[in-house]
């Protein structure tokens, strides 16, 4: 599958899907770098349990918008055509 085919096949999705990935990642990093230490825990804030749990959630979310862009592209199997030519 390339970008070629995916954005002849469907132009939208495949910016939605770019421009929601792109999102992700850039709000991983936001709360990797805001986690605090996980070797010295607070229990007030943003704990480093809870970022790990976030960064967890959306790298499962990242994988799943992998997979979506994987199928975007994908031209079989489509339906045959008809009437059916012989």
Known sequence: MSLKTALGQSRVLTFAVLAIAAWLLLTTLNVVESMESVWNPTTVGQTAAGGIAGVL??????????????????????????????
Request: a negative charge.
């Open 57 to 86: 959630v959306m790298a499962g979310i990242l994988a799943l918008l992998v997979f979506l862009y994987s199928e975007i592209g994908e031209s079989s199997p489509a339906p045959q055509r008809w009437p059916p030519e012989e």
